[in-house]
């Protein structure tokens, strides 16, 4: 019975493909040669055929280039000269101080090459906990990445009975993350325009009432918020900027031929903004802020160029990676005072160069200009960030630094290194001096001093002389009873005119250190921050604030200046000021 069912059914599968067979073969045309005859299409299918290979072809232009877009970099070019012996230098260096400790994390160099750390990062592998710390607390792998300071974190909230929604600070700003993953690493630091968060997703409240806009690539975007806590949504690591009142947005479409052409924020517009590349294509449309197409360049801060002299035989400069948010609020600060700041940046591959950092932009990017020239020639751009992390003591607190790209050099793909080495002034009346001018020859140099001294003393001498010989004429004229007295006169004066002679090249010999020092004026090597890693509550601080033109704007900031004319070396100034790192209340 059942095998005659199948039976049944597969001849009646069998008949209706028969069937079809037999009616594509009657529908099948032949000419009278024999040739098969297609049947044509009718207008319509072709109508609609040709708009399908237009629509893909356009879609294809519109939406496959930006698949392969890259902005513009000019940071892999470097206009400044790499020393390649100087790599040589800074590998001997670090040789000779074996029991130094370059990334202050509390291992000394020699322990870092036992356990194969990085002795300029203060958390090789990146986990949150450092590498002491993770070597003599945690007993775990300072090189292989865990999640180790996941588990610390949520030990510390359910000892405290706390739970992954309970909010916390860090500096005044009240944070809901979304996971133990954010918890643990995400962290917020206050930057020139704002604040920089890093590692973190979840809800933030600001200790203000503001509007707050998400700042990536020059463009503002708009943030999620929620109106009832007044919190707003961060999705990433980004720098987020603050106003009092609400941006006004437009949706610039660029068109082949045509330009640039802005709509009116609408429906339509922002419709087109969310099916449109932003960018890399022909046809383009992204929403924009008004003040992203007509940046404020006015706020950018510079100051007079000239040349910190660098001596390259103090190979001190490699010993210290200072890229500390510290460092980098030491030269906003001096930058504001009128000094220009050599930088050296050195790659393990290239070498080092020098440059003269003598300003910074609206953004927090430094500009640089060539040592050789005096002339700009580039920037670095600087990136901050912040996470949490195990200290060497087993507290966890907040720590920060800065990553930096630019002239060749880029610290997140080739674990380049800078170092700030001195700083100069033309309020010192400093004449601005190329390297190329004081490399020909140190001695040169020396010799010109020793030339100008001889015939300013020369000078001086033979004045000396026409006053003495003036005078040898008049004693001549005294009476005889009166020798004795004139004759320890002229002694006297033979001895002033020693003095003089004394006198004149001791001040000329002066005059050439200080012109030699107001080259060098202040070595900021030795500005090298703590480890960053806060174990106590930090005092409240308040962004930095800008004046109509954009500079800096301080309490200290006259009062720095005159203190530096004063003195060769100023004061160090407190982070807190421009920049501060926190720890959790």
């Given at each position: 019975?059942?095998?005659?069912?199948?039976?049944?059914?597969?001849?009646?599968?069998?008949?209706?493909?028969?069937?079809?067979?037999?009616?594509?073969?009657?529908?099948?045309?032949?000419?009278?040669?024999?040739?098969?005859?297609?049947?044509?299409?009718?207008?319509?299918?072709?109508?609609?055929?040709?708009?399908?290979?237009?629509?893909?072809?356009?879609?294809?232009?519109?939406?496959?280039?930006?698949?392969?877009?890259?902005?513009?970099?000019?940071?892999?070019?470097?206009?400044?000269?790499a020393?390649a012996?100087?790599?040589r230098?800074?590998?001997?260096?670090y040789?000779e101080h074996?029991?130094?400790?370059?990334?202050?994390?509390?291992?000394?160099?020699?322990?870092?090459?036992?356990?194969?750390?990085?002795?300029?990062?203060?958390?090789?592998?990146?986990?949150?906990?450092?590498?002491?710390?993770?070597?003599?607390?945690?007993?775990?792998?300072?090189?292989?990445?865990?999640?180790?300071?996941?588990?610390?974190?949520?030990?510390?909230?359910?000892?405290?009975?706390?739970?992954?929604?309970?909010?916390?600070?860090?500096?005044?700003?009240?944070?809901?993350?979304?996971?133990?993953?954010?918890?643990?690493r995400?962290?917020?630091?206050?930057?020139l325009?704002?604040?920089?968060?890093?590692?973190?997703?979840?809800?933030?409240?600001?200790?203000?009432?503001?509007?707050?806009?998400?700042?990536?690539?020059?463009?503002?975007?708009?943030?999620?918020?929620?109106?009832?806590?007044?919190?707003?949504?961060?999705?990433?690591s980004?720098?987020?900027?603050?106003?009092?009142?609400?941006?006004?947005?437009?949706?610039?479409?660029?068109?082949?031929?045509?330009?640039?052409?802005?709509?009116?924020?609408?429906?339509?517009?922002?419709?087109?903004?969310?099916?449109?590349?932003?960018?890399?294509g022909?046809?383009?449309?992204?929403?924009?802020?008004?003040?992203?197409?007509?940046?404020?360049?006015?706020?950018?801060?510079?100051a007079?160029?000239?040349?910190?002299?660098?001596?390259?035989?103090?190979?001190?400069?490699?010993?210290?990676?200072?890229?500390?948010?510290?460092?980098y609020?030491?030269?906003?600060?001096?930058?504001?005072?009128?000094?220009?700041?050599s930088?050296?940046m050195?790659?393990?591959?290239?070498?080092?160069?020098?440059?003269?950092?003598?300003?910074?932009?609206?953004?927090?990017?430094?500009?640089?200009?060539?040592?050789?020239?005096?002339?700009?020639?580039?920037?670095?751009?600087?990136?901050?960030?912040?996470?949490?992390m195990?200290?060497?003591?087993?507290?966890?607190?907040?720590?920060?630094?800065?990553?930096?790209?630019?002239?060749?050099?880029d610290s997140?793909?080739?674990?380049?290194?800078?170092?700030?080495?001195?700083?100069?002034s033309?309020?010192?009346?400093?004449?601005?001096?190329?390297?190329?001018?004081?490399?020909?020859?140190?001695?040169?140099s020396?010799?010109?001093?020793?030339?100008?001294?001889?015939?300013?003393?020369?000078?001086?001498?033979?004045?000396?002389?026409?006053?003495?010989?003036?005078?040898?004429?008049?004693?001549?004229?005294?009476?005889?009873?009166?020798?004795?007295?004139?004759?320890?006169?002229?002694?006297?004066?033979?001895?002033?005119?020693?003095?003089?002679?004394?006198?004149?090249?001791?001040?000329?010999?002066a005059?050439?250190?200080?012109?030699?020092?107001?080259?060098?004026?202040?070595?900021?090597?030795?500005?090298?921050s703590?480890?960053?890693?806060?174990?106590?509550?930090?005092?409240?601080?308040?962004?930095?604030?800008?004046?109509?033109?954009?500079?800096?704007?301080?309490?200290?900031?006259?009062?720095?200046?005159?203190?530096?004319?004063?003195?060769?070396?100023?004061?160090?100034?407190e982070?807190?000021?421009?920049?501060?790192?926190?720890?959790?209340?």
């Amino acid at each position: 019975m059942e095998k005659n069912l199948k039976d049944l059914l597969h001849d009646e599968y069998m008949d209706e493909q028969g069937e079809k067979k037999r009616r594509r073969q009657k529908s099948v045309l032949y000419d009278t040669k024999g040739r098969r005859v297609r049947k044509r299409l009718s207008k319509a299918a072709k109508g609609v055929g040709t708009a399908a290979a237009v629509i893909a072809v356009l879609l294809s232009a519109i939406y496959i280039p930006p698949q392969f877009y890259k902005p513009k970099d000019d940071s892999s070019y470097n206009p400044l000269t790499a020393d390649a012996r100087m790599i040589r230098v800074a590998q001997q260096y670090y040789k000779e101080h074996p029991d130094a400790d370059f990334d202050g994390d509390g291992m000394t160099n020699a322990l870092e090459d036992q356990y194969g750390t990085d002795p300029y990062r203060v958390d090789s592998d990146f986990d949150g906990i450092s590498d002491y710390a993770e070597v003599n607390i945690t007993k775990t792998s300072p090189t292989a990445k865990s999640d180790n300071l996941l588990d610390e974190v949520r030990k510390d909230d359910k000892k405290h009975g706390y739970s992954i929604g309970t909010p916390y600070k860090i500096d005044d700003i009240i944070l809901w993350p979304d996971s133990y993953s954010d918890k643990a690493r995400g962290g917020v630091v206050r930057t020139l325009n704002g604040y920089r968060f890093s590692f973190y997703h979840g809800w933030v409240k600001f200790p203000e009432k503001v509007y707050v806009y998400a700042y990536e690539e020059g463009v503002h975007r708009e943030l999620q918020h929620r109106e009832e806590e007044d919190a707003w949504y961060i999705d990433g690591s980004y720098e987020v900027r603050c106003y009092s009142q609400p941006l006004t947005f437009a949706n610039r479409l660029r068109v082949p031929f045509f330009g640039n052409i802005f709509l009116d924020d609408g429906k339509f517009a922002k419709t087109l903004s969310g099916i449109l590349p932003d960018k890399g294509g022909p046809l383009t449309c992204q929403r924009v802020a008004e003040i992203d197409e007509d940046p404020d360049v006015s706020k950018d801060v510079k100051a007079p160029i000239v040349y910190p002299f660098v001596d390259k035989a103090d190979a001190s400069r490699f010993a210290n990676n200072q890229n500390t948010l510290k460092d980098y609020t030491y030269v906003i600060k001096h930058i504001d005072a009128g000094y220009c700041v050599s930088v050296s940046m050195y790659s393990s591959s290239t070498g080092e160069s020098i440059g003269v950092i003598y300003g910074y932009t609206s953004d927090g990017s430094l500009l640089v200009a060539d040592p050789a020239t005096l002339k700009p020639c580039g920037k670095i751009k600087v990136t901050e960030f912040a996470m949490r992390m195990m200290g060497k003591d087993g507290n966890i607190g907040q720590y920060t630094w800065f990553e930096w790209s630019g002239l060749g050099f880029d610290s997140l793909k080739y674990n380049d290194r800078i170092s700030f080495v001195s700083t100069a002034s033309s309020k010192d009346d400093t004449k601005p001096v190329a390297v190329s001018e004081k490399a020909d020859s140190e001695q040169a140099s020396e010799n010109q001093s020793e030339k100008v001294t001889e015939k300013i003393t020369r000078k001086q001498a033979e004045t000396s002389d026409k006053k003495s010989g003036d005078e040898n004429r008049k004693s001549d004229v005294k009476s005889s009873e009166k020798k004795t007295g004139t004759g320890n006169k002229e002694t006297n004066k033979e001895t002033n005119k020693t003095d003089s002679l004394k006198n004149a090249k001791e001040g000329m010999q002066a005059e050439t250190d200080k012109e030699k020092e107001s080259e060098t004026l202040v070595n900021i090597f030795d500005s090298q921050s703590d480890s960053g890693q806060n174990d106590t509550k930090t005092p409240e601080t308040k962004a930095p604030e800008t004046n109509s033109s954009g500079e800096g704007t301080s309490e200290t900031k006259d009062s720095e200046v005159k203190g530096q004319k004063e003195s060769s070396k100023p004061e160090k100034t407190e982070t807190k000021d421009t920049v501060a790192t926190f720890s959790l209340n």
